[in-house]
C-alpha cells in the first residue's frame, strides 16, 4: 500500500493547524503556510477551502489521492450524506481502528502494525 514519505509537517503548515502527533510541529514555530509567498494570500474562495478540508481528511488518515476518490465514490453511491458516510468508511480503516483502540500512538505506527 502506497504511502506519503515527504516532510511530516508541511502538511500541517499548508493546512495551517497542526496535523500530525508531534510535540514540536513545524506549525507552531512558522504559523504561515511553506514557500516563497507563504506569508501572503490572506483571502481565499470557496474552492480553495473546500480543497483545503479533503486534503487535510486525505493527510489524516493517511490515504493517497486515487484510494480517497475511490472512498469518495462509494459514499457517494451509499445512501446517506455523503460526506457522513465518507468519514465512516474513513474511520472502519483497520489502520485506523487500531490507532484509535491506542494499540499505537501514531497512524503511521498504526499502519506499521497492520
Known amino acids: 500500500m502506497a504511502r506519503y514519505l515527504g516532510p511530516t509537517c508541511k502538511p500541517c503548515r499548508r493546512a495551517r493547524q497542526s496535523l500530525c502527533n508531534k510535540k514540536s510541529c513545524a506549525y507552531d514555530r ?3 503556510p511553506p514557500g ?14 473546500q480543497l483545503r478540508e479533503k486534503q487535510k481528511a486525505r493527510y489524516i488518515y493517511g490515504v493517497l489521492e486515487r484510494q ?14 455523503t460526506g457522513t458516510v465518507l468519514l465512516q468508511l ?5 489502520d485506523n481502528i487500531v490507532f484509535r ?3 499505537a500512538t501514531t497512524r503511521p505506527q498504526a499502519r506499521q502494525l497492520v
Do not use: D
Not at 480517497?68 to 450524506?81: L, M, V
Not at 474513513?90 to 483497520?94: A, F, Y
Open 30 to 32: 512558522r504559523p504561515y
Open 36 to 49: 516563497e509567498h507563504g506569508r501572503g494570500r490572506i483571502r481565499e474562495s470557496q474552492y480553495q477551502v
Open 68 to 81: 480517497f476518490r475511490r472512498y469518495y465514490e462509494k459514499a457517494a453511491k451509499s445512501r446517506g450524506i
Open 90 to 94: 474513513l474511520e472502519r480503516r483497520l
Open 101 to 103: 483502540s491506542q494499540f
